[in-house]
């Protein structure tokens, strides 16, 4: 699907009405609503989102043995998020993607140095890397540990991020910071 910036404000508006309500209807790929000149960025993610919940319940329904025979497409929805910038942390069992939890051990002094590091991190995987979803980075109260969040497409794509230049020389600089630490990939099994 096409669309043109010179669309009237009531077209647009019913354009974007309708993708929100049906995204599928509206668009026949994901990733053209990230390219749609006609909406704005709030949208995008909007119809985005909505797109996004529509494939979970249809993931949990094939999962369970009445899809219907359609195959979800949360993959290529998670794809249009992230080249719009719109993706967040999803904490689902049905979401295809993966989770990485670093727990750091850290002198109190150091728990913003470390935390700057951590966040130089996740803004390069953010412009540079596909399949990043999201970061979120915890200080503990008494400032002695830091935990990293950080959700990706898959593993694969955490794995290739963690080979480059920049990744492995700002992983260096946390490494000497901090007095132990730990790395698990995780799957979402439940949410309740």
């Given at each position: 699907?096409?669309?043109?910036?010179?669309i009237?404000?009531?077209?647009?508006?019913?354009?974007?009405?309708?993708?929100?309500?049906?995204?599928?209807?509206t668009?026949?790929?994901?990733?053209?609503?990230?390219?749609a000149?006609?909406?704005?960025?709030?949208?995008?993610?909007?119809?985005?989102?909505?797109?996004?919940?529509?494939?979970?319940?249809?993931?949990?329904?094939?999962?369970?043995?009445?899809?219907?025979?359609?195959?979800?497409?949360?993959d290529?929805?998670?794809?249009?998020?992230?080249?719009l910038g719109?993706?967040?942390?999803?904490i689902?069992?049905?979401?295809?993607?993966?989770?990485?939890?670093?727990?750091?051990?850290?002198?109190?002094?150091?728990?913003?140095?470390?935390?700057?590091?951590l966040?130089?991190?996740?803004?390069?995987a953010?412009?540079?890397?596909?399949?990043?979803?999201?970061?979120?980075?915890?200080?503990?109260?008494?400032?002695?540990?830091?935990?990293?969040?950080?959700?990706?497409?898959?593993?694969s794509?955490?794995?290739?991020?963690?080979?480059?230049?920049?990744?492995?020389?700002?992983?260096?600089?946390?490494?000497?910071?901090?007095?132990?630490?730990?790395?698990?990939?995780?799957?979402?099994?439940?949410?309740?």
């Open positions: 699907m096409k669309t043109s910036p010179k009237p404000a009531s077209t647009r508006k019913s354009l974007a009405e309708d993708a929100k309500v049906s995204p599928k209807t668009f026949d790929d994901p990733s053209k609503v990230v390219s000149d006609a909406l704005s960025e709030e949208e995008k993610a909007g119809i985005l989102t909505q797109w996004e919940a529509d494939e979970i319940a249809l993931q949990t329904a094939s999962d369970e043995g009445m899809s219907g025979g359609r195959r979800p497409r949360l290529e929805v998670k794809s249009a998020q992230t080249m719109a993706e967040k942390a999803t689902s069992a049905a979401a295809t993607n993966v989770t990485c939890i670093e727990t750091f051990r850290v002198e109190p002094q150091n728990v913003h140095r470390l935390t700057r590091v966040e130089n991190i996740a803004k390069h953010k412009q540079q890397s596909p399949g990043y979803i999201s970061t979120s980075i915890h200080e503990s109260e008494d400032q002695s540990h830091v935990v990293n969040y950080s959700q990706w497409a898959s593993k794509d955490f794995e290739t991020m963690l080979e480059t230049p920049t990744a492995k020389s700002l992983i260096k600089k946390a490494a000497d910071i901090v007095e132990k630490s730990k790395k698990v990939i995780y799957d979402v099994v439940f949410t309740g």
